[in-house]
């Protein structure tokens, strides 16, 4: 049987409940995303990115506060690739735990992943991605002024560094990816969006940049470069939803890809939860794929076509 392949994209705060942030908290909630990707691994070839918003903003809480000369601030680059050697043991070892409690063993590996962008894109003439701790407006307009951040007030809640989110437009490990795939090991790339580097002019050689990409868009770009059949946002709601939260909300089931940016258009979705999903979903399904957004507990039906919204070009 020849199997599809999917690339299962998860929110970093699918692994935070209720703000409990230790390890041993956010390691028990790894274990059902364990057991639902062992549960696919017998009808699907296997690719996982993941979030990290909640935890790479803790390591650079932990990176700022205990800074020192002798031990530096790691810079954000630095730090998402920490966050991805963090989630993905975490979900490698849930993984695994989930085959032996069926009494199999299947091969699980991280990569620790890197995304190209474009140091001329919009992004970093605006940056608009709130990373890190909060702070009082005199201590942020300082940190500003010592460490050349943008700094702005967010939502009230006082004020922090923003960094830009720039589009990702390679992975620089696609081959190794993909090769591990087709020797059937399930893949975890891309973690936090990716590690966000770019080419230098002359040498094209790698630097790393600060900034944060978006897991969805880098999660669609694994998915389209991968050869992927079935590009998947994993979010806490079963369905999209039109007017959600409201009396009138309605699911959406299945649609077209041409039908849901419609919708987006008029402002249905928000930029700052559904709406980058969704935008990738439909970036996937235009170029001949089959994009899902759902939950995991509807993670199996969804991909038999009988639950979660369901996008085809």
Known sequence: ????????ALGGNALQKNGEA?????????MSVGRAVANLADKYEIILAHGN???????????????SDKAPAMPLETAVAMSQGQIGYWLTQAINNAFIMEGKRHKVVTIVSQIVVDRADPAFKNP???????????????????KGWTVKEDAGRGWRRVVASPKPIDIVEKKAITELVEEGIIVIAAGGGGIPVYRTKILK????????????YAAEKLAELTKADIFIS???????????GLENQQKIE??????????????????????????AAINFAKKGGIGIITDINHLEEALAGKAGTIITK
Request: net charge positive; hydrophobic share 40%.
């Open 1 to 8: 049987m020849v199997k599809k392949r999917i690339v299962l």
């Open 22 to 30: 230790s390890a041993e908290a956010q390691k028990s909630i790894a």
């Open 53 to 67: 918003g909640p935890q790479v903003g803790n390591i650079l809480i932990h990176e700022e506060t205990a800074a």
């Open 128 to 146: 608009t991605k709130p990373i890190g701790q909060f702070y009082t407006e005199k201590e942020a307009k300082s940190l500003a002024r010592e």
């Open 205 to 216: 050689r790698l630097k790393g940049i600060d900034a944060v990409i978006d897991k969805d």
């Open 234 to 244: 994993c979010t806490a709601v079963p369905n999209v939803y039109i007017n959600y």
């Open 254 to 279: 299945k649609i077209s890809a041409e039908e849901i940016k419609n919708l987006a258009k008029y402002g249905y979705f928000k930029s700052g939860s559904m709406l980058p999903k969704v935008e």
